[in-house]
């Protein structure tokens, strides 16, 4: 642990960075204010990428009140003026005084032992990278879609870090240590990728280190987000998030995001394939239930973890619906391009 200003000694830095938050880091500032304790204690660091509103006076207004040490980075006062995630991240890991980094989104809940889940792991010596689990919440089928979703993805990004070979994981919920995003020079090799802050920085480290990737399954890791409200939102938030998969620079993550597109289409290639009489009904029929059953065994110990059993029932929706939505975000990932935040992000040159 690191001595900071004023005597503290803190044994995290949370990092949050944050662009027109100030209807989302209320709630958030006020969910740290209710961490159970934890040796050390806690900083907390928003960095404010280029807000144009009131995001930077109230982080000012509440470091006044805060429990813990509240501290406030413009990126517009940085030299060059940089924007974007990546940027304010490593902003906020040059600034941080702690050991370890532990990071979320301005948009995003936390639960009162989110801290001490990760101070937990973090005692284990040989520990670099720890992810977590990210639960969506909302009314509504979309909703309910997107979480099932989600719970397959946090479920897959589990397994493959307990099986050694870590694919993915979530920048809303992971820590990892401050010295170690330098010792692998941080998002060098991937900065003028704007997505990807948080599975590049993953896969780089696991590479240094193999062996020191870390998965937290506590009830008191799991971060709460909101699902996205509309079918164009979700689209857009998903082509941003596969807009790095062609970055890739590891085998494995590319070999997986591609079984995973070719798995969720067994249900439209099987049809297509019966209509055109070159397989049998029974065939494609006996093909998609495989799948199906495949899939519940592996999300009911998931969804049993996170508290929503009941999406179960939505597995067979999200199944015929899964194909082509993947297949279309994927097309859309490739042209690199997307808006987040009123801001177009990579945009290819006509």
Same mark, same amino acid.
């Given at each position: 642990?690191?001595?900071?200003?004023?005597?503290?000694?803190?044994?995290?830095?949370?990092?949050?960075?944050?662009?027109?938050? =100030?209807? *989302?880091?209320?709630? +958030?500032?006020?969910?740290?204010?209710?961490?159970?304790p934890?040796?050390?204690?806690? =900083?907390?660091?928003?960095?404010?990428?280029?807000?144009?509103?009131?995001? @930077?006076?109230?982080?000012?207004?509440?470091? @006044?009140?805060?429990?813990?040490?509240?501290?406030?980075?413009? +990126?517009?006062?940085?030299?060059?003026?940089?924007?974007? #995630? #990546?940027? !304010? $991240?490593?902003?906020?890991?040059?600034?941080?005084?702690a050991?370890? $980094?532990?990071?979320?989104?301005?948009?995003c809940r936390?639960?009162?032992?989110?801290?001490?889940?990760?101070?937990?792991?973090?005692?284990?010596?040989?520990?670099?990278?720890?992810?977590?689990?990210?639960?969506?919440?909302?009314?509504?089928?979309?909703?309910?879609?997107?979480? +099932?979703?989600?719970?397959?993805?946090?479920?897959?990004?589990?397994?493959?870090?307990?099986?050694?070979?870590?694919?993915?994981?979530?920048?809303? *919920?992971?820590?990892?240590?401050?010295?170690?995003?330098?010792?692998?020079?941080?998002?060098?090799? *991937?900065? !003028?990728?704007?997505?990807?802050?948080?599975?590049?920085?993953?896969? #780089?480290?696991?590479?240094?280190?193999?062996?020191?990737?870390?998965?937290?399954?506590? !009830?008191?890791? $799991?971060?709460?987000?909101?699902?996205?409200?509309?079918?164009?939102?979700?689209?857009?938030?998903?082509?941003?998030?596969a807009? #790095?998969?062609?970055?890739?620079q590891?085998?494995?993550?590319?070999?997986?995001?591609?079984?995973?597109?070719?798995?969720?289409?067994?249900?439209?290639?099987?049809?297509?394939?019966? +209509?055109?009489? @070159?397989?049998?009904?029974?065939?494609?029929?006996? !093909?998609?239930?495989?799948?199906?059953?495949?899939?519940?065994?592996?999300? /009911?110990?998931?969804?049993?973890?996170?508290?929503?059993?009941?999406?179960?029932?939505?597995?067979?929706?999200?199944?015929?619906?899964?194909?082509?939505?993947?297949?279309?975000? /994927?097309?859309?990932?490739?042209?690199?391009?997307y808006?987040?935040?009123?801001?177009?992000?990579g945009?290819?040159?006509?």
């Amino acid at each position: 642990m690191e001595r900071g200003l004023g005597g503290e000694v803190h044994a995290f830095s949370i990092l949050i960075a944050a662009r027109n938050e =100030e209807a *989302n880091l209320p709630h +958030l500032l006020q969910d740290l204010t209710r961490q159970e304790p934890v040796p050390g204690g806690f =900083e907390v660091l928003i960095i404010d990428d280029h807000s144009t509103d009131a995001t @930077a006076a109230l982080v000012l207004e509440a470091a @006044a009140q805060a429990p813990f040490r509240l501290r406030l980075l413009r +990126l517009a006062e940085l030299p060059e003026a940089p924007t974007g #995630k #990546k940027a !304010a $991240v490593e902003a906020g890991v040059r600034a941080a005084r702690a050991p370890w $980094v532990l990071l979320t989104d301005a948009d995003c809940r936390v639960p009162a032992g989110w801290v001490r889940a990760y101070a937990a792991v973090a005692t284990d010596a040989a520990a670099r990278f720890i992810s977590g689990p990210v639960l969506l919440t909302g009314r509504g089928a979309l909703a309910a879609l997107q979480g +099932l979703e989600l719970a397959g993805l946090v479920g897959v990004g589990a397994a493959s870090i307990y099986r050694g070979r870590p694919t993915m994981c979530n920048g809303a *919920n992971l820590a990892y240590r401050r010295a170690d995003f330098f010792a692998v020079q941080g998002f060098r090799g *991937n900065e !003028a990728v704007p997505s990807g802050d948080d599975e590049f920085l993953l896969h #780089k480290l696991h590479a240094a280190f193999p062996g020191s990737i870390r998965f937290v399954q506590r !009830a008191g890791a $799991v971060v709460r987000t909101a699902a996205q409200p509309t079918l164009r939102q979700l689209l857009g938030q998903r082509v941003r998030w596969a807009s #790095k998969w062609r970055h890739y620079q590891a085998a494995a993550p590319r070999r997986l995001a591609v079984l995973v597109l070719l798995s969720n289409l067994t249900f439209p290639v099987g049809a297509g394939l019966w +209509l055109a009489g @070159a397989a049998p009904g029974g065939a494609v029929v006996a !093909a998609w239930t495989l799948k199906l059953t495949a899939d519940v065994l592996f999300l /009911g110990p998931v969804l049993r973890f996170l508290g929503r059993l009941r999406w179960l029932g939505w597995v067979p929706v999200l199944q015929l619906a899964y194909g082509p939505y993947a297949l279309a975000v /994927g097309l859309l990932g490739l042209r690199g391009g997307y808006e987040w935040k009123g801001r177009r992000v990579g945009e290819k040159p006509r």
